[in-house]
């Protein structure tokens, strides 16, 4: 049962909900006579009276949140936006301009106390790591209330958009250097969590550049992340974390590697599916071979089949060791391609 000052604090949140979205009074009476019919569930009432709230609530914070924009060639603080580059549930995302120098400005909007440490978890964790495979933070900061954190701007934008259509041997070279990015990575105690095609950005050149470290996992700060919870994109990530995502470790990346070659070699994802059940089936069952379609050189198949086998795997035990280990496999296959 929840303590007095816990349930006057939830019937003050309620309050100022029911305020902002007028919809919710009648959904949340609905839901309180369902729940009468249930005595084991009336304690949970009023958490469940609080997710329906933010459910409701959604899109009135995301228009509020469209209104209160900053508009093109508009001023934010010290930044000049430029134009809107994306937006989720949580924040937007803008080309801006820092003195001159191009940025992407990430603004927080609609996030609650956990989604605000996340945000400012992230600013600190890009603080700490310097890799060419990982997008610089420029500034972070707070201005008229609204969290914000400034990297560098990469205008090829996403690896989810590119269509980049790799050969085989360009793509292992491409899933190499993430590697090498998240091997720092995990030497500083940091598991990335999220590994997937729109969380790779394009440097001009090409190379890859991780970014959005709002879910990782950080080994020197106290965890975000309930014990079962799930984190994560579930066609992307490792089967652990669809429900176990607070004991995972860096062998989770590995599994995202190993998708996100998948990826490049056939442009889908390695377990396709229409729902959850039927996402842990595939990974029961494991990865399909490659397509026959896949240009590998003879040499380089079994070891290109191997690696994808071991990466993704659903138990993290068969997974390579590490991703220095992984790299040294990606070098060979690259050899072999090469042959």
Known sequence: MPFPFQQRLEQLQLAELERASPGLREARRGLLGGLDAHEDLRHGASQIELLLAHRLCSLEELRAASLAAPAASERWGAYRVVRELGRGAAGVVYHAALRGQPVALKLLQGAGPQGLERFQREAQILSRLEHPGVVRLIDAGSWEGVPYLATELQPRGSLEHADLQLQPGAALRFVLEICEALKAAHAAGIVHRDLKPSNVL????????????????DA???????????????AWVAPEQLGQARSVDARADLFGVGALLWFLLTGDPPFPATSLSELLRAHLRGPAPLPREV??????RPLVEGLLQRCLAGRRALRPSGAGALAEELRHCIEAQQS
């Open 202 to 217: 394009l440097r001009g050149d090409g190379r890859p550049c991780l970014v959005d470290f709002g879910l990782a996992k």
């Open 220 to 234: 020197s700060a106290d965890p975000l992340t309930r014990s079962r919870a799930t984190l994560g994109s579930p």
């Open 295 to 300: 240009p590998l050189t003879p040499a380089a």
